[in-house]
Every structure is written in structure tokens, then in C-alpha cells.
């Protein structure tokens, strides 16, 4: 049975040769030969969209689609780095990707951002490539801070520093009821909840190393906000909106990781039961008794990657480490390829085996070097 190291090194070693440029589910409008009807319409964007992502076959080079390269996978990629697990050349591999981010970050705003190398249209949201959204940038600034605090990286600190300022100056929190919450994108009010607790989960590492009372108050707010929305039951909903209202493995994976951030930085009054709760509902709810990842409570499928990973990342946080080598296990047998990365998503009859970089590669690489620092 491979090891948790021996999957990290191997993955690691991938991504590396590659330079963590690659494919993403959801970069068809990067494609130089996608027909113009199906760009110029919402309906057109979206069916592209999900034709790509779907497709058991990579349409990618027939659609002349190119590797790019996320902000987001190489804040996961950093963050890996900055974790002390046995990777060759950490301290110059995590250099690098502090380097990719400060040249990737935006330059139409003066506070350091990021968004994705791909425009987005989905059912809920369109934005372009050149405008930052919450998600990379969050993903981003904790790596800088993460890249900081094992390597005393001023450029690192500089640059979550400059992260956590365009939260504040750009996507100002919306009051509501119990708190106030992020939004998804600049002038953005949507009420997503991981959205909104990755920003908090953010702007309280960067207060724990700089502190900043400005940031501890939006942390504050950000923290009471998603715990005034758990269910009974232990989940939160995607969002607090009538067409937001389901519950999924990743995003639930996020808003814990993200209160039990906030925890450890000692900000924002984090109730430790809401934790256990969520911590239950996705336990007991989200994973089968062997490992496998549910993608909702009530079904199963497609089996995704993002999903195993993040399964694996929250309970190595938590400090569940049985569960987390469960989910491992399950990975190791069915969604490991044999060159070290691993397939995107796994249907009932079928696998989509394309190893998208910021979807699947970057965030196992995460999560492996958190089990490994788990289990040492």
C-alpha cells in the first residue's frame, strides 16, 4: 500500500515538472475555437462550460484550450511547501511560488488579488479573468502568510498583508442577520458562506501575524455570521439564498477549516460545539463508513476529487487522523493514477482521468502534506 508520503512525493514530482500549469473543469472559454454563438449567449457559456468539464474525453486540445497556470493551485502549492514534510527543496520550491504570485496578482487594483486564468459562467455567477474573486485571493494570502511563518518571508507577509487591505477596501461586508459576511466578488452581496469564512479564515492569520484591529472586528463579525446560520443538524447551506440552499462536501470542508483557522488564531469568538457539529454532520453525512466522499448527503456521485481531498485535509486538521488515513485508503485504490496524479471525478459507469492542476493536483497536494504532518 503506498504511503501517505510516498503519494506526496510522487504527486509533488508531477506537478514540478509541469510547473503546476495545466487544465481546469472550467476553463472552455480559454478555448481558441469555441463557435461564437456559443460565447456571445449565457446559455451558450454555460453549455460549453459544462460540455468541457463533463466530457470522459479531454476536448481540450481539439477546442485549442492551453495549460494555465492558478493563483489558486499555487497558494495550494506554497502552502505544501510551507508545511515541514520530508519534499525536497522546500524553502526554494516555496520562493518560487511566492515569486508566480506576486507576478500573478491583478494590476487593475492596488491591494495584491488574484482571480482565475479563465473567465467564469455559471448559473449563479460571470466574471472575467481580469477581475479577482474571493476564493483565489483567500487561497492565495493564506499561503503568503503560511510561506511566511516557516520561512520569515517579508515578500510573502507583504503580499497576504496587501490581501487581507482589498478585502476590507473592495468587498466590504454586508450587515445581516447574527453578523456580516463577504461577498463572492467586488460589489458583490451574494451570501456564500465559504466564501465569506475563507476571507475571515484569511484576514485572522494575517491579524495573528500583523495585528490589525480592523481585521479581528471583520473576523469577529464573519464568525458570528456563519455560526448563527448552522443548521440544527451540524451542516451549513452552500448560501442563505432560496437557490443556495444545498449542502455539498468541499464547500462544507471549507467553512470548517476556516472556523477552526480562525480558532487557532485566537480570533473571533469560534464556538467550539458549532466545530464538533460540523465536524459530525460531515463525518456522518458527507463520507461512507469506508472513506468514499459523498458529493451531497443524499447522493453519491460523481465521486470528485476536490471532495477526497478536502476530506482528508479537514479531519488531518481536526485531528481525526483515522478518518482522514480512511479517506487516504479509498483515494490510494480509486482515484490514483498511476503517474502519481489523480483522476477528476469518478461516475457510476465512467471516469473523467484528466488530473486538472487547481481542482485535483494542487489541493491533494495540500491535504497529503497535512496527513503527513498529522501522522508524524
Not at 134 to 152: H, K, N, Q, S
Not at 329 to 346: L, T
Request: charged share 25%; glycine share 6%; proline share 6%.
Amino acid at each position: 500500500m503506498t504511503t501517505a508520503v510516498d503519494a506526496l512525493r510522487a504527486l509533488e514530482k508531477w506537478g514540478r515538472v509541469r510547473e503546476w500549469a495545466g487544465s481546469d473543469p472550467y476553463d472552455a472559454l480559454n478555448a481558441r475555437r469555441l463557435p461564437r454563438p456559443m460565447r456571445a449567449s449565457v446559455l451558450g457559456r454555460r453549455v460549453a462550460t459544462q460540455v468541457v468539464k463533463r466530457s470522459p474525453v479531454n476536448l481540450r486540445p481539439m477546442l485549442g484550450i492551453p495549460p494555465g497556470r492558478s493563483a489558486a493551485a499555487v497558494g495550494h502549492v506554497l502552502s505544501a511547501y510551507s508545511i515541514d514534510v520530508p519534499l525536497d527543496e522546500r524553502r526554494v520550491r516555496a520562493s518560487q511560488c511566492v515569486s508566480w504570485l506576486s507576478d500573478m496578482r491583478l494590476p487593475s487594483y492596488e491591494e495584491a488579488c488574484w482571480g482565475y486564468h479563465f473567465d467564469v459562467q455559471t448559473s449563479v455567477l460571470r466574471y472575467p479573468r481580469t477581475e479577482p474573486n474571493t476564493i483565489a485571493t483567500a487561497f492565495a494570502g493564506m499561503a503568503l502568510v503560511d510561506a511566511y511563518e516557516a520561512f520569515e518571508d517579508e515578500q510573502a507577509l507583504s503580499l497576504a498583508r496587501g490581501s487581507s487591505s482589498f478585502f476590507l477596501q473592495n468587498v466590504p461586508q454586508t450587515e445581516a442577520d447574527g453578523g456580516a459576511y463577504f461577498g463572492y466578488l467586488v460589489g458583490d452581496r451574494t451570501p456564500i458562506h465559504n466564501a465569506s469564512m475563507l476571507v475571515c479564515a484569511l484576514l485572522a492569520r494575517v491579524h495573528a501575524v500583523a495585528p490589525d484591529p480592523e481585521l479581528a472586528a471583520a473576523v469577529e463579525r464573519g464568525v458570528a455570521y456563519c455560526q448563527a446560520h448552522q443548521r440544527e443538524d451540524g451542516s451549513w447551506p452552500y448560501g442563505e439564498r432560496d437557490d443556495l440552499q444545498w449542502v455539498d462536501g468541499f464547500h462544507t470542508g471549507y467553512v470548517l477549516d476556516s472556523l477552526m483557522t480562525c480558532a487557532k488564531a485566537g480570533v473571533g469568538d469560534v464556538d467550539t460545539a458549532a466545530i464538533e457539529r460540523g465536524l459530525s454532520y460531515y463525518r456522518n453525512e458527507l463520507f461512507e463508513p469506508d472513506g468514499t466522499p459523498k458529493y451531497y448527503p443524499h447522493e453519491t456521485y460523481p465521486i470528485d476529487s476536490q471532495c477526497v481531498a478536502q476530506g482528508i485535509q479537514t479531519f488531518a486538521l481536526a485531528g481525526d487522523v483515522e478518518h482522514a488515513g480512511k479517506v487516504f485508503d479509498w483515494s490510494q485504490r480509486h482515484m490514483r493514477r498511476s503517474d502519481g496524479a489523480y483522476v477528476f471525478q469518478r461516475r457510476r459507469r465512467w471516469a473523467n482521468r484528466t488530473p486538472h492542476v487547481r481542482w485535483t493536483a494542487a489541493p491533494m497536494l495540500t491535504a497529503l502534506a497535512h496527513l503527513v504532518e498529522a501522522e508524524l
